[in-house]
């Protein structure tokens, strides 16, 4: 039987196990969402605006595994995926996304929305394709999955002129897949495998330094095996949260620009640096020149490009993070290991990271009167005893989320990473409700991040998706407005925010929930009213505007001198202000 | 230092644009760019010269090969290899200047392929230093214009064997 180009992909999606799309359309899609009309496996969530569909793919596809798909139209729908596409791309992250094109003949025309979306988009997928023939098509959508999900994941696209979605020709879905330049290496080389063991056996002072390569890769238990196994302390990327157990007691928390001192000084005074699934990202590794210097390197990723790129590796090993952890533990298994022995080896190197522990804990300064932003997110785990999905937006408050909310499992904090993307957290948010309908999903935001994705409150309402969302509001574009305090002598250009609009009436007006919480003392009714309410929550907590995130390696500095607490004023007319080391670094 | 890379690849639509996006996106240099066909009328074969430290071209290697398109990346520079540039050079000859240009062209085993009663145009291939060579020389007598294809080239036949073995060492 002959399908048309429409029936075509959604019998495609369904057999690629689809039971999501996230969407909105116009004129060269109507087919497709026309095909969608009657189609029972698949939900189509109609979002407000396609930058939020595609922000619902990646939480849907972070929280799940699965790919994320989303469909939009030509033109303006197109390019209102550019940041998404960017976002999951940084991130690694599996998308399908269909975009509509005008038809075939009129390309090139600068028909009425036509963008050349493939050429837009080149640089930020891992790979996209123009749909020329109906015949094509179902070949190129398991190519698409294919590519999207293996290898370092990341976003595909197709783009699917106008006529092709109504040609018709015979449709059978290729079961198998193989293209002849594409061959991702999945198992590690054994020999690299081998030396890596023996470093392990040798090493003093190691450290496991942890990214999203092992959240992608589900290789949380091959992670918490070696660790154990090994007895080495894991520190983890702000992607890579979750794939160690933030509570466990080999957790040194976060590294890097807002990490926690004893991980930037165990990786600063460490013998063996263990990366896996990382990727020596700049907010990682501060000044580079002074990063873990006097280490051997291991470096476990499945993408050749990230080993070698920004730092030395003396180990590299090239393959995916969960066979490789699987070999590097087996032949650990059957070496001279004894678990006793290494405890006793390596106690110095704890007892060291123990008096960092100590020396400098994670804090802030509790406050009677005003609400400290650190408390409520303290408070939120508490009462929900870390059993949530948390996804953030990006600033001060996101790293707040990460330093004190503590990750027991994968894929349970998605957060914009490499990209940073505000008003990344609310539509994630969304996806991840979406995959779990029973799960507790909350977006930790900030006043100005909200309000950059917030007409999709229109979505979450009518598509009953509960997320509890957290304004963390302190009034400012904060991490803006600390980096002003901090680098230029206090003028707040362009980050006081001001009056944001009533975030409890804005709640409201969309038909979901708001409540407010002004005080201390009112944080935790606030937290738990939300926790009962069987529909979306917006929790505007009132925070101290002028509270900073700590510890702090300026931009450009080296990781091991963090700054703890904000300077002191040189004199009354010369405010405190840090040198920045490099001013080449952004916030 | 200067490298020479080969690089096979599916012979598509924007195939040139990706490998040209991703110098550009990352700051790499391309000196010069050719792209041909092969045997195969699906693959094409481009060449490009490119440079910098070791780091910057293991980089651009890598990138090379990550690309979907990409089926084969060969950096001709670590090994012995043979590489030519053409290049057709119009130059201005009138009177006595005629005779010089013949001379010159007969000297380096060019042709002239077009002439006009004030001008010729020379053809000429070799590897680069040739080329200039000859340039430097007609300079002298006015060049209106000059093409030139950019440098391929290919590894000789021992040498290669040998970096198939390599690259097989590398990638475990
Ligand atoms: C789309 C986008 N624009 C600008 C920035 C630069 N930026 C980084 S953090 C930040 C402030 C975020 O403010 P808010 O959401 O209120 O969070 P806070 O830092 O106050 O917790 C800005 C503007 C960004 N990351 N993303
Ligand atoms: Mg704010």
């Known amino acids: ?587 | 230092m200067q490298r020479i890379i080969s690089i096979q690849v599916e012979n598509k639509f924007g195939v040139l644009s990706r490998v040209a996006g991703l110098f550009s996106g990352r700051g790499f240099n391309i000196e010069s760019l050719s792209v041909g066909m092969t045997t195969d009328p699906t693959m094409s074969q481009m060449t490009i010269v490119t440079d910098g430290d070791e780091r910057i071209i293991e980089q651009i290697v890598k990138q090379l090969n990550k690309l979907i398109d990409v089926i084969k990346v060969v950096d001709l520079t670590e090994n012995e290899f043979v590489e030519r540039e053409m290049a057709l050079i119009k130059v201005h000859a009138r009177g006595d200047d005629r005779a010089e240009a013949l001379r010159i062209t007969d000297i380096f085993r060019a042709r002239i392929i077009d002439s006009s009663p004030t001008t010729y145009t020379v053809e000429i291939s070799g590897e680069v230093k040739k080329i200039e060579a000859m340039i430097n020389l007609l300079r002298p007598l006015g060049i209106k214009e000059i093409v030139r294809t950019g440098r391929v080239a290919i590894a000789r036949e021992e040498a290669k064997m040998l970096v198939q073995k390599e690259k097989k060492v590398a990638e475990g």
């Open chain 1, 1 to 587: 039987m002959k399908l048309t180009g429409s029936q075509i992909l959604i019998e495609s999606l369904k057999k690629e196990g689809v039971d999501t799309i996230f969407g909105l359309p116009g004129g060269v899609v109507l087919g497709i969402f026309d095909a969608l009309y009657h189609e029972k496996d698949i939900k189509v969530i109609l979002t407000r605006h396609e930058q939020g569909a595609m922000h619902m793919a990646e939480g849907y596809a972070k929280a799940t595994g699965k790919p994320g798909v989303a469909l939009v139209t030509s033109g303006p729908g197109a390019t209102n995926t550019v940041t998404g596409l960017t976002n999951a791309y940084m991130d690694s992250c599996p998308l399908v996304v269909i975009t509509g094109q005008v038809p075939s003949q009129m390309i090139g025309n600068d028909a009425f929305q036509e963008a050349d979306i493939v050429g837009i988009s080149r640089p930020c997928t891992k790979y996209n394709f123009l749909v020329k023939d109906v015949k094509d098509l179902a070949q190129i959508i398991k190519e698409a999955f294919y590519i999207a999900t293996t290898g370092r994941p990341g976003p595909v696209l197709i783009d699917l002129p106008k006529d092709v979605t109504f040609a018709k020709t015979d449709y059978k879905y290729p079961d198998k897949v193989s293209i002849r330049s594409y061959n991702p290496t999945v198992q590690g080389n054994k020999w690299q495998i081998k030396q890596a063991a023996l470093a392990i056996g040798k090493a003093k002072k190691p450290v496991l330094y942890v990214g999203g390569g092992v959240v992608l890769s589900n290789a949380h238990k091959e992670i918490s095996d070696l660790a154990e196994m090994t007895q080495i302390p894991v520190t983890m990327t702000l992607m890579g949260l979750g794939a160690f157990s933030g509570t466990h007691p080999l957790s040194l928390g976060m590294l890097g620009m807002h990490g926690l001192a004893c991980a930037n000084w165990a990786v600063h005074d460490c013998d063996l640096l263990i990366a896996v699934g990382a990727r020596f990202d700049d907010r990682v590794t501060g000044k580079v020149s002074e990063f873990a210097p006097n280490c051997e390197v291991i470096h476990i990723d499945i993408d050749p490009t990230s080993i070698r790129k920004n730092f030395k590796v003396d180990i590299p090993i090239v393959g995916d993070v969960r066979q490789v952890l699987k070999e590097l533990n087996e032949v650990l298994r059957n070496s001279f290991i004894e678990k006793g022995d290494l405890i006793e080896t390596r106690k110095p190197w704890f007892d060291q990271i123990e008096e960092w522990k100590r020396e400098k804990p994670l804090q802030f300064h509790q406050d009677t009167q005003i609400i400290k932003p650190q408390f409520v997110i303290q408070k939120i785990y508490e009462l929900t005893k870390g059993n949530a999905i948390v996804t953030t937006d990006v600033g001060q408050h996101q790293m707040w989320a990460a330093q004190y909310f503590k990750f027991n499992q994968s894929r349970t904090f998605l957060s914009s990473g490499g990209l940073g993307t505000m008003g990344y957290g609310f539509p994630a948010a969304l996806g991840a409700q979406a995959a779990f309908p029973q799960q507790l999903v909350i977006n930790i935001s900030g006043d100005g991040s909200i309000q950059m994705n917030i007409q999709e409150m229109a979505t979450a309402v009518i598509e009953n998706l509960p997320v509890k969302i957290a304004i963390l509001n302190n009034r400012y574009l904060g991490m803006v407005r600390q980096w002003q305090q901090l680098f230029y002598e206090q003028r707040y250009s362009s980050s006081y925010l001001d009056q944001s609009p009533d975030f409890v009436k804005l709640a409201e007006a969309y038909g979901a929930v708001g409540l407010r919480a002004t005080k201390p003392e009112e944080v935790e009714g606030v937290i738990l009213e939300a926790l009962k309410v069987k529909k979306p929550v917006i929790m505007d907590f009132l925070v101290d505007p002028n509270e900073n995130v700590y510890p702090m390696v300026p931009a450009g500095g080296a990781n091991h001198a963090m700054v703890f607490e904000d300077p002191k004023p040189v004199s009354e007319d010369k405010p405190a202000s840090m040198q920045s080391p490099d001013s080449i670094l952004t916030a």
